[in-house]
């Protein structure tokens, strides 16, 4: 539960603070009455401005003559709002240090404690000017929230998760939105993110079978009449026309990779509704025309040994983007050399995905090899997004393990975190987390060599199947102790930075839709066993060379 780190962060001020072991003593003889030091909880922090102290300090004012005692009452603390903290007063060193303790603070909020003029020494000499000192709060450690199980909590968070899926799906097409204000724009790669929840919600009783099947049935539906070029689906959609909507001004088109994120969810969902009957029928076959309708060779560019990821009805091949590795594609070519339609052979794999710069990498980082991928691993959603339905337990090709690569890749993340060499408050073994979500007045896609001090919930909570221990230690921290902050009607909201405090109002689908999956392939493996079913899958993951226990 990262005690270690509760026990510290009360203890936590600026960089710049230093221990004194002893009050300062009033200057003998001195006929003025001046302040001589602050501390907060021992600590000074050398100026007029503490930061991320904690919500119920011992602040020590230590002056150069006694204090009089009954004009200590004007010595004020206050939210920075205006509201007024009440604190008691003790005295200290013959008098010369006012020891206050407030009231219970609030964390992450500034506080003004202002000590005027009407403050005086026992001779009846003045403070010479009214000083103000800023007080910055950080963590509150205190349990927000009633203690349950283990396997209660993870239960808990895919329901909470689940409804962003459910509740906030489009009401016509049923597609997932891409974000919580995104009103009828529609995301197909976090649609089919959304697709691998409602299987998950069915399995956990969150909603029935046929419920599920009837939302799928409308997703399917909608998909088989919305815009699409060469079989390969848009970014974003219109959740109530069917038309794109473009990304960008030359993103108007075909996007691959997101397209593979659908397709994914949509062969999950069909290995999962394998009954007889008409409906669960039917929508296998509207699965069936939907996947073998996209021309992933088409993608080729003709005939190079490499597939491009965007595609424009008005800008052709401009984007000009390959997709090569290592980063969170893998899935698009796994995909496209399993299509009974439109395949690739593995020299497109071999000579496309394998040849980037940062493919390979060999190197070890806080004491664990990184297989494959950029320096220090990259954003962690590289070991999650083409995992949702691809499972890496024993799989091996000529280039890697990649449980081997996905674990030590979360290990790298977690331990970077954890090291915190950039000096990030509240870092720790219970807040850590790099990868791509909002920021503040943006989006950014983090990871160890683009670190600006936001963690993002979703980079632990769906690493669960590879690091269960610290992906549980951080979800009680963000549940029970930052709950207050993060823990909304969604879930957990996108990210937050603890420093400058800044918490995310939003939910993101490519976010969120990880966390239910891989917490359910972390407890049953269900969406691994599913997708991994799939003759095709089978098939195609062979071709490339793969070995896997499903095959």
């Not at 013959?94 to 303790?101: A, F, G, P, Y």
């Not at 590795?325 to 439109?342: F, H, M, R, V």
Request: aromatic letters at 14%; hydrophobic letters at 40%.
């Amino acid at each position: 539960m990262g005690i270690r780190f509760f026990l510290a962060i009360g203890l936590i001020t600026a960089v710049s603070c230093k221990k004194t072991d002893n009050d300062p003593a009033p200057s003998p003889g001195s006929g003025t009455f001046s302040f001589v030091a602050s501390s907060i909880n021992g600590n000074n922090s050398g100026s007029f401005t503490y930061q991320n102290i904690s919500t119920n300090p011992e602040i020590r004012l230590s002056f150069s003559a006694p204090v009089d005692r009954n004009t200590a009452t004007a010595i004020t603390l206050a939210e920075n709002s205006g509201g007024a903290v009440a604190t008691a007063a003790s005295f200290a060193n013959s008098d010369s240090t006012v020891i206050l303790k407030p009231a219970a603070m609030k964390a992450f909020l500034t506080y003004l404690l202002t000590l005027p003029v009407s403050l005086k020494s026992k001779s009846g000499t003045a403070i010479k000017s009214t000083l103000t000192f800023t007080l910055k709060t950080g963590i509150d450690s205190s349990r927000k929230f009633p203690l349950i199980t283990d396997d209660a909590l993870l239960t808990l968070v895919q329901q909470q998760t689940f409804k962003y899926f459910w509740d906030f799906g489009h009401p016509v097409s049923g597609l997932s939105r891409e974000r919580n204000n995104s009103n009828d724009v529609v995301t197909s790669g976090g649609s089919g993110f959304g697709i691998m929840a409602i299987v998950t919600g069915i399995h956990r009783g969150f909603i029935t079978r046929a419920e599920g099947l009837a939302r799928i049935q409308k997703m399917a539906g909608f998909l088989k009449t919305a815009q699409k070029f060469h079989g390969a689906f848009p970014h974003w959609l219109n959740g109530a026309t069917g038309n794109v909507v473009p990304f960008s001004q030359k993103d108007n088109g075909a996007d691959l990779v997101e397209t593979s994120y659908l397709m994914q969810g949509l062969l999950t969902a069909r290995q999962y509704f394998n009954g007889a009957d008409p409906a669960e029928t039917t929508l296998r076959n509207d699965i069936n025309t939907l996947y073998n309708g996209v021309e992933w060779s088409w993608f080729r560019k003709g005939a190079e040994n490499v597939l491009y990821w965007h595609w424009s009805p008005d800008y052709n091949w401009e984007m000009n983007l390959p997709i090569r590795g290592w980063n969170e594609c893998l899935i698009t070519y796994a995909l496209a050399a399993s299509s009974p339609t439109y395949g690739i052979p593995p020299s497109v794999y071999t000579s496309g995905w394998a040849v980037s710069p940062s493919f390979v990498n060999g190197n070890t980082y806080y004491g664990y090899k990184l297989p494959l991928g950029p320096v220090l691993g990259g954003p962690l959603f590289f070991a999650h997004y083409s995992f949702l339905g691809i499972n890496p337990n024993g799989l091996t090709d000529s280039y890697g393990n990649y449980f081997e690569q996905n674990k030590n890749h979360t290990l790298i993340n977690y331990n970077y975190s954890r090291a915190n060499l950039k000096g990030h408050y509240g870092y720790s073994d219970s807040v850590w987390g790099l990868t791509a979500s909002d920021i503040p007045n943006g989006y950014t896609a983090s990871s160890p060599t683009n670190d600006i001090g936001v963690i993002a919930p979703t980079a632990a909570l769906s690493s669960f199947p590879y690091t269960p221990t610290e992906s549980m230690q951080a979800l009680k921290f963000y549940y029970y102790v930052l709950g207050d902050k993060i823990w909304k009607e969604y879930g957990f909201v996108d990210a937050f930075a603890l420093k400058d405090p800044w918490f995310a109002s939003s939910f993101l689908a490519i976010d969120q839709g990880p966390i239910i999956i891989m917490i359910e392939n972390h407890r049953s493996k269900l969406l691994w066993n599913l997708f991994m079913s799939c003759p095709e899958v089978k098939t195609g993951m062979k071709v490339l060379g793969f070995q896997s226990p499903y095959f």
